[in-house]
């Protein structure tokens, strides 16, 4: 099997995929695989693997929210020295190659495992977080979000579990760094103006489209994750974070059953889109009244939900 | 006699304030588009104005104020008049105002070129412009022409300058075609934005001082401090057009956008121009604030299009001096109209529809006059020159280079001497 394969399976298989769980689950499938034919070509090529690792996906990858169209976000955990570095970056680089022959684009801001920012050993892992929020400017914490937002594909899933049990050890220790984590997602790109409309791009190419992603998902997707965190969860897809804090939480529930509804309604309008750049954006012409009214209670009720996890975050995590 | 002198100081005063307006202009069209045409914009401004200065004495005054007929004026070319009038403004002082109204109807115009038209268009359109199509519609309305005649009210030239000037700047567009880049092929439009907000902003205060010579001043003295009121009203209408745009565009897409917000308090000046000699304080907010939302509504309405309209022009001095123009038929008093003994008071003052109908015709003669005679003559340039417009590669490397040879920011090339490495 080749990556040229494994594009070809895609080409066939992707669109007869029926929901968005499906669609996530063949992404899985096709990522495990390119992965698996990239490790052995390293193998062939470099010897074997030196070290236990684990490959990590992050983004909406790692939170099993990806549309038709995806890129690449993803990084390596080594348990071994410094000398194994070259290695598993080599590695890296040729899943990176492999996935952009599968169709992942290359992530714009580099988040891969080709990267030394991105694969690392163990120790140098838990040295990298504590730094990024010892350092807490916007961008660290920006990092480490995209990073706690992980789940392992292949690989020693213990390795991650370590490296995110430093976050909440952290976390316990400097609580104030919640606020400062809140603080870092807290603006919300506005989706419906003042007299209710909705409001797409005015100018360019996307005309006329509004942007899902940043005016509707996000504020769900950020407010699980500042959830998580103060409770010590290490799950990544966003909706098992709320099954996991459901119990807990129950003014959860009502959310759950609406970004379930979301990320179907993204499903139903992006599943044609013929490339990457265009998942994040529906047409309104493309949206019934009813559609419009759908898609304004869903951003209407995630700014909702981003403001009591954030209520509920100063009230019990970030003073311990 | 003192009150003589400080009429013709009062209206020497107006005469420098409209022309630093071109200060404003040439800001604000820099500020409006890109820093590769940023020189030539400044330089051509300021070089027209001195050709549109040269015609309106040989011919453009003549036309206007000479003895003629209903439609043109035919005396008084080349025109110098040293005498001193007993009981009004001296001639040259006269003269000098009503030519910087020219010179801002030609500028107007020129906005309409902004990017891409070639350096010879401006210069021949200057000539023919201030010969032959803002004299005239200058004729009908404040010469002895035949919408004077009608009581037609445009008290500082909404229509005559304003309109006029974006009617020559729409035929431009329409011959000249969109700027590169502007349109997409499935017809999206892209914002190609201006280099500096704060030129935009700083030119906007500019015209809006300038605006007070402009409006004010054409009180044409200082009897009754008349132009204390003309001011008053004048900045209501900006200060309610500013207003007005700012929290329309805001409502809309949810962002206060810069530009949008500063062509508010323009058309709010525009719009009142016309108005702000005949209608109470509280109607001068009402225009203004219309003016305010018209403009945004026009320049979506021009986008959409295809009309690319760099500098706003056509919105900005044509859509809203339209408004500006018709507004004073709703809202002209009885006292400042019929007292005055300039035309009707306003549909909301008991005067009918008579001044508004008088204002709608003013309006479309006007508009119709100013667009096709520049339609025709800018045809006729586009035959003989071999196209208004310069090469695309022309275009692509701005107009500082390819028709003035430096920058106005020379920062955007490498030195000599690095070149030469």
Redesign the interface.
Same mark, same amino acid.
């Given at each position: 099997m080749s990556y040229e394969d494994i594009r070809k399976w895609r080409e066939q298989q992707i669109h007869l995929q029926m929901d968005h769980e499906q669609l996530n689950d063949f992404h899985d499938d096709l990522m495990l695989k390119t992965v698996q034919l990239a490790l052995e070509k390293v193998k062939v090529e470099q010897g074997e693997v030196p070290a236990p690792f684990a490959f990590f996906l992050m983004g909406s990858a790692g939170r099993r929210e990806q549309s038709i169209w995806s890129d690449q976000d993803h990084g390596i955990i080594f348990n071994g020295s410094e000398q194994h570095q070259a290695y598993f970056q080599k590695l890296g680089t040729e899943i990176v190659d492999g996935l952009e022959i599968v169709g992942y684009e290359r992530c714009e801001g580099k988040v891969m495992a080709s990267e030394s920012r991105w694969t690392k050993s163990i120790e140098d892992w838990k040295r990298q977080v504590s730094d990024w929020l010892d350092e807490e400017s916007w961008q660290s914490l920006r990092h480490f979000s995209t990073f706690f937002d992980s789940r392992v594909l292949l690989g020693e899933g213990k390795l991650l579990e370590d490296v995110k049990q430093v976050t909440f050890s952290y976390i316990q220790s400097h609580p104030e760094i919640m606020n400062r984590l809140v603080d870092n997602v807290g603006f919300i790109q /506005?989706g419906v #103006?003042?007299?209710g409309?909705l409001?797409p791009q005015?100018?360019? /190419?996307?005309? #006329?489209q509004i942007n899902i992603k940043t005016t509707a998902l996000f504020p769900y997707v950020n407010a699980l994750r500042l959830l998580v965190l103060c409770n010590h969860i290490m799950k990544a897809p966003t909706l098992v974070r709320f099954a996991a804090l459901k119990e807990k939480y129950s003014f959860l529930s009502e959310y759950h059953r609406l970004f379930e509804s979301l990320l179907a309604f993204k499903f139903q309008f992006t599943k044609d889109v013929t490339e990457y750049e265009e998942v994040h954006y529906i047409p309104l012409k493309k949206l019934s009244k009813k559609d419009k009214q759908e898609l304004k209670e869903y951003m209407k009720k995630g700014a909702e939900l981003f403001q009591q996890a954030k209520n509920t975050i100063e009230k019990e995590c970030s003073k311990w | 006699m003192d009150t003589v002198l400080m009429d013709n100081l009062w209206v020497i005063i107006g005469t420098f304030l409209v022309l630093l307006m071109i200060g404003g202009f040439i800001l604000l069209e820099a500020g409006s588009t890109r820093m590769k045409n940023a020189g030539h914009i400044a330089g051509k401004t300021i070089f027209t104005i001195g050709i549109g200065s040269i015609v309106f004495w040989a011919v453009g005054w003549g036309f206007i104020y000479g003895d003629g007929n209903m439609f043109i004026g035919l005396s008084d070319f080349f025109y110098g008049d040293t005498s001193f009038s007993e009981d009004g403004l001296s001639p040259a002082v006269d003269f000098m105002f009503q030519m910087m109204f020219a010179l801002i109807a030609l500028t107007i115009a020129f906005g309409g070129f902004a990017e891409r038209a070639k350096l010879s268009a401006y210069v021949i359109f200057a000539v023919l412009f201030s010969a032959l199509v803002y004299p005239v519609v200058a004729h009908w309305i404040w010469g002895a022409g035949w919408l004077a005649d009608h009581g037609k009210q445009d008290f500082a030239g909404s229509t005559v300058v304003h309109l006029t000037g974006a009617m020559a700047a729409l035929a431009a567009t329409v011959i000249l075609k969109p700027r590169i880049g502007k349109y997409?092929k499935?017809g999206?439009?892209?914002?190609l934005a201006g280099h500096n907000q704060v030129y935009t902003a700083l030119a906007v205060l500019l015209l809006w001082v300038g605006w007070f010579g402009f409006n004010g001043a054409s009180t044409f003295g200082v009897e009754d401090a008349f132009f204390g009121y003309v001011i008053l009203n004048t900045q209501l209408g900006a200060a309610a057009g500013a207003i007005a745009a700012m929290l329309l565009v805001?409502?809309?897409?949810?962002?206060a956008d810069v530009p949008t917000t500063l062509n508010g308090a323009l058309a709010g000046l525009v719009a009142i121009t016309a108005s702000c000699g005949f209608v109470e304080p509280w109607a001068a907010v009402v225009i203004g604030a219309i003016g305010g939302l018209i403009v945004y509504a026009s320049m979506r309405f021009f986008d959409r299009a295809r009309i690319d309209d760099p500098i706003f022009a056509l919105s900005v001095h044509g859509t809203v001096g339209v408004w500006g123009t018709i507004s004073t038929g709703f809202f002209a008093t009885h006292e400042l109209s019929v007292g005055m003994d300039w035309g009707q008071p306003g549909l909301f003052y008991g005067g009918g529809f008579e001044q508004l109908g008088v204002q709608i015709l003013g309006v479309v003669a006007s508009g119709a006059y100013a667009f096709v005679v520049s339609f025709i003559i800018l045809k006729v340039m586009d035959k003989v020159m071999g196209g208004l417009r310069v090469s695309e590669e022309e275009e692509i490397i701005g107009l500082d280079m390819s028709e003035h040879g430096s920058y106005g920011y020379p920062e955007n090339i490498p030195h000599p001497n690095e070149q030469a490495k």
């Open positions: /506005k #103006g003042v007299f409309q409001l005015q100018s360019g /190419k996307r005309t #006329g | 997409n499935d999206s439009s892209n914002e805001w409502a809309v897409t949810g962002k």
